[in-house]
């Protein structure tokens, strides 16, 4: 038997001990479920001990990450999988057709809170190692666990563990699954995730609030000044017009715009799941091309004068945005941050006091396309899901996968098995029970893959 | 002894008088206070009674107004004097220096809440009444009185009582003593007052708050969109660009800018005392002509997104404004209301669903200053004040003033005696004892003023 046919055989004994994981409520957010946190990362690293590997329950100064090691041989290449086995709080409770703590298999779904984000698909390469120890007695690669638990918790003692740990954790390609697929049963590799620059502006004019009737007409008022301001940043190309924001912008090559258009895609379908009455957009470029490729400022948040019922006579005494600027690989946030300061110090009235405060925020991530590794893993999916993946980008950012590159200096593969409409931060989370099984073939498909990249 | 010897030899008195009156805690917006309110109603029937009126406390609704009448002949016009009996509330009280309903004087203040907004502007005209009475045993005009007690509370039940009550207050002229002079020593009469018009509008967007990195650069924002179109409102002259809003607005006379060009007028102390980096407006006009005889158009609030500590990142489902729009004779608020909403449809963007809410506001107020209405005061101003009295307009509005030009058909004139920095509205509010004084010469010499008049 091989691993491929002992996940098959044992699936059933799969969900079960997924389902024993997925009864731990290891909420990371909330300090009730501390000793619950604990727990769970002792079921990990347990269950990695019965698997094999060297694992421990590791201090990180917040809630504990689990590590583990299990070493073949030098002439293989060393894979370091993360995930985390921390969950979301499950309010609002009463939205849950089920208790989130207690897994139930329906209409081909697994509900609980973690099935998908992230317990079930970190299980799957669980899963994996743990076939290839019952069937062959060894692993083909050099196979590393990191297993945080704070993801979900808004607090980040993760990035300073992996710089004490850099050695221990030392590793040719980073594995995550903890994110989606393209659509439902179209597997996907994510080579790119765009990165975020965010900075927060105040106007001041008056030094109070100023009654409307006696000063309207002689003194500006700050929430049009700050209204100026900000309809001027995209051009009539709804082009950000900051100077030197597009220098060196990232260009998709030809091979990345033939991913792009093998994709199913339907505009009109899109449109209508975000309710809005018509897409916009960066003139020249598809809105797939403007959520991967290229970059984006957006007002996050306005505030000024009255806002309670009614009306108050005032011209207020300032306004303010918080902006947030999407970046695509050559573009560093912080230099961002300086041309947007530099071009809205510029363009503030001499009516207004103008006040920022930058923060940095994300650098973009770009998996190499050339290279070995996305190949591995789309032989891996051809095995597992049974087709060929689309390759993808993501408009978000995942900041751990820039403290890889930057600290570990290794690349990381985004093979997610979820869906976008799995639930995750939402009540009645689920993945498909098809899906973490393909995931589990996958993952073993994956190991075996990477086992045969030369060096 | 005619009236006003009268009432300089018995300064002290009247002083003393206005204390009591000050004593009582009047506050409308109170409920705990009614029964000061009901005291202090009959307190002014009660002085207008011994004085010789036929004065009655009425029921309104709300807190009762006090109607008190003196006919002394047909051939002589009928003044209707208005003023108010209650008072602002007065927390914060740590503020205060002195207990608010405790009048001292100091510094040649009266301090106490009341003392100037407006029993103690009121009580000029009271005491100018009863010094006819005492000297020459009858008034030289007909007067009427409508002293209210709701003004400061937030409600109106005036405008229902006025219009039930139309023939039993009908009038030549009202005489309100409810606001300030331009200055220190600078008596002044105020012909014009701005209208007001309000509209409240929305964009919507998407159905919900999307990610800005799933969606960012593919769905348009609400707040980017929303102040695309505030910033579009004003021209680079500083001039609305709404079609029609300044159609057939008022225009100054040769007379009025002449009046204007006699203010004392420092425009960097004007600044200094806002705090504004720069004073602004439209091109062409001086301050005072941009606050008293230019329409505005202002955003009294904006809100989208998120406000709190740090970032969301979002595109928010929405985002609104209030915007205000102050008029000058010949605007209706109701048509400005209607030329706002086609022009803010017209420029909404196709991305955007637009909703407004209109309320239509005040109607500027225009005193003639052709009549013989200003001329008078201004006579009994110089008996007074021993000065000519400066002619001025003011920003905001007075919605009673334009309820009595369209329920009785008349004119008001607007006489204050109080100062800007009076606080009105604020702790340890006082009015001076020399305007105090000033104020009762005033209020009599404006009854034989009016008494003269030739209808």
């Known amino acids: 038997m091989n691993p491929l046919e002992y996940l098959k055989k044992n699936e059933k004994e799969s969900l079960e001990q997924l389902k024993d994981f997925l009864r731990i409520p290891s909420i990371s957010a909330q300090s009730q479920h501390a000793g619950d946190i604990r727990t769970c990362a002792k079921w990990v690293a347990d269950f990695l001990t019965k698997t094999g590997f060297k694992a421990e329950v590791c201090e990180t100064g917040g809630h504990p990450a689990v590590v583990g090691e299990y070493h073949v041989s030098d002439k293989v290449p060393t894979v370091l999988i993360y995930g985390h086995y921390d969950v979301q709080p499950v309010d609002p409770l009463n939205l849950w057709k089920t208790a989130p703590f207690e897994p139930i298999e329906e209409g081909g779904f697994l509900i609980a809170r973690g099935s998908t984000d992230d317990k079930g698909q970190l299980f799957t390469h669980m899963k994996a190692a743990e076939a290839y120890m019952k069937t062959e007695g060894k692993l083909p690669c050099n196979v590393k666990y990191l297993i945080e638990g704070e993801e979900e918790a808004g607090v980040d003692n993760l990035t300073g563990f992996i710089q004490k740990n850099a ?123 403007r959520t991967w490729i290229r970059p984006t400022l957006e007002c996050n948040g306005i505030t000024g004068g009255y806002q309670g019922e009614g009306n108050k006579t005032i011209i207020p005494s300032w306004a303010s945005a918080k902006i947030t600027m999407r970046l695509v690989p050559n573009m560093k946030p912080a230099e961002i941050c300086d041309k947007i300061e530099a071009h809205l110090k510029k363009i503030c009235p001499d009516t207004m006091k103008f006040e920022i405060v930058k923060h940095a925020g994300a650098t973009p991530v770009q998996v190499p396309t050339e290279g070995p590794w996305l190949a591995a893993a789309a032989r891996a999916i051809k095995t597992g899901f049974g087709r060929e993946p689309f390759f993808t980008k993501e408009g978000g950012s995942i900041p751990v996968v820039e403290t890889f590159k930057t600290v570990l200096g290794i690349d990381t593969l985004l093979v997610g098995y979820g869906q976008q409409d799995d639930n995750a931060h939402s009540p009645n989370e689920r993945f498909s029970i098809k899906d973490f099984q393909r995931g589990c073939l996958t993952s073993a498909a994956l190991l075996d893959e990477l086992s045969k990249v030369k060096l």
């Open 167 to 289: 050695k221990r954790l030392a590793a040719d390609v980073v594995l995550v699954s903890d994110g989606s697929q393209y659509g439902r049963d179209l597997p996907a590799i994510n080579f790119g995730l765009r990165g975020i620059a965010f900075v927060e502006i105040k106007l001041t004019g008056p030094d109070r609030d100023l009654h409307s009737g006696s000063y309207g007409g002689a003194v500006a008022n700050p929430i049009i000044m700050l209204c100026k301001m900000m309809a001027s940043l995209h051009d009539e190309n709804n082009r950000v017009t900051i100077p030197g924001f597009y220098d060196n912008t990232y260009k998709a090559t030809q091979w990345e715009r033939d991913q792009y258009a093998k994709l199913p895609f339907d505009a009109e379908q899109y449109r209508a799941s975000t309710g809005a009455p018509k897409l916009w957009g960066e003139t020249g470029y598809t809105p797939i091309e």
